[in-house]
DNA sequence: GGACAAGCGGAACGATCGCCCCGTTTCCAC
DNA sequence: GTGGAAACGGGGCGATCGTTCCGCTTGTCC
């Protein structure tokens, strides 16, 4: 399937890498907004070298998301580790990576919003993985009675989704984790009254 | 202050309230993003007269975003006449307001992100009678015991509107108050553990 | 009913932004 | 070196959208 193809020219190769990079501070900082122009700006190169390099914005912004989905799903399974005696503690540990790191990311946010976008197949593998590692912690964490019972993944998607963007708008104050304490606090079981 | 001035023609009047209409209904559907054409082909006018009677986009989302802040504002207060024993039920049940009544309204959650908005003088007298009555409920409902302490308004507002998109984001499933139980029961309490 | 201003609609303008094109530069094999 | 292909860059096109302008319509007052 692959098609046998020339190495990339170092020069080539080596802008590449500069526009990804590029693209991962800009996404991060402003979003799915920002113009692609002012991603070629920091780069270093024109618009046009983009463009060669990923067809269209939303492949490169693609591109920058599955990145970012391939690290949490790799902490997510490796929070899979845990001996089920300790699943609840690695599903709200999770929980805070995802909070406090990917919080002050604002096209992650985008991309769960879907922001006009819609993320094709190649996110799916990334997202997949991350969904399903998700899913067993949530399992596991609800098993060892330290989540109640009753939620579901679609659940934990939007509430997670909700903190994200709240967590972010709180990015500049003092406390980074005080969003993800209510929300985790409001996923385990209910106080006995 | 007020200058002497003519009623508005009967045509005017009528037109003034269809763009009214129209863009509440577009708003509340769309968000900002909505194009103002849109809006003016909804009301049956063309985009010139939807100028004449609001200078800018953002002045028509102004005057639909404070009839809305308005109303929350009233039930708030409403919600201010309960005995303080209620304090607690009184508190939750306006969260519920909040987040199941305008939970899918886009233009709600799109003001209070500022997307790309400031939000001028004129919504500001809206916006802090909702703050203050929301910071009162939250007061009494903490000395009631209903909700832990170390919350702030702040806090609050950032949960709100993390709960806020989160339910959106829902608002074609099933039971419209998921995510709603899941943040106020963050907000209780930690369970005795 | 007639005059006149208030109001109307929608074409047009300007800014923004994603995307393409093509003349020029740079790298690499020989 | 040098020829040729790969890559570059930035000007420009087309679409979208907020806003303005102006010739025409319509309500209002005598």
């Given at each position: 399937m692959?098609?046998?193809?020339?190495p990339?020219?170092?020069?080539?190769?080596r802008?590449?890498a500069?526009?990804?990079?590029?693209?991962?501070?800009?996404?991060?900082a402003?979003?799915?907004?920002v113009?692609?122009?002012?991603?070629?700006?920091?780069a270093?190169?024109?618009?046009?070298?983009?463009?060669?390099?990923?067809?269209?914005?939303?492949?490169?912004?693609?591109?920058?998301?599955v990145?970012?989905?391939?690290?949490?799903?790799?902490?997510?399974?490796?929070?899979?580790?845990?001996?089920q005696?300790?699943?609840?503690p690695?599903?709200?540990e999770?929980?805070?990576?995802?909070?406090?790191?990917?919080?002050?990311?604002?096209d992650?946010v985008?991309?769960l919003?879907g922001?006009?976008?819609?993320?094709?197949?190649?996110t799916?593998?990334?997202?997949?993985?991350?969904?399903?590692?998700?899913g067993?912690?949530?399992?596991r964490?609800q098993a060892?009675?330290?989540v109640?019972?009753?939620?579901?993944?679609?659940d934990?998607h939007?509430v997670?989704?909700?903190?994200?963007?709240?967590?972010?708008r709180?990015?500049d104050a003092?406390?980074?984790?005080?969003?993800?304490?209510l929300?985790?606090?409001?996923?385990?079981?209910?106080?006995?009254?």
């Amino acid at each position: 399937m692959t098609v046998e193809t020339r190495p990339l020219r170092a020069d080539a190769r080596r802008n590449r890498a500069r526009v990804l990079e590029a693209a991962r501070e800009a996404f991060a900082a402003e979003g799915l907004a920002v113009p692609l122009d002012e991603i070629a700006r920091r780069a270093g190169v024109g618009a046009g070298t983009v463009y060669r390099h990923f067809p269209t914005k939303e492949a490169l912004f693609e591109a920058v998301i599955v990145d970012r989905l391939d690290l949490l799903a790799d902490q997510a399974e490796a929070a899979l580790a845990a001996p089920q005696a300790q699943a609840g503690p690695a599903f709200f540990e999770f929980l805070d990576v995802i909070l406090v790191d990917a919080g002050s990311k604002k096209d992650l946010v985008d991309a769960l919003a879907g922001a006009g976008v819609d993320l094709r197949a190649v996110t799916l593998n990334s997202a997949t993985r991350l969904n399903e590692a998700l899913g067993e912690l949530l399992a596991r964490a609800q098993a060892a009675g330290a989540v109640r019972s009753g939620i579901d993944t679609a659940d934990l998607h939007a509430v997670l989704f909700g903190a994200l963007t709240a967590e972010q708008r709180r990015a500049d104050a003092e406390h980074p984790g005080r969003v993800a304490r209510l929300v985790c606090d409001g996923l385990r079981p209910p106080a006995a009254d």
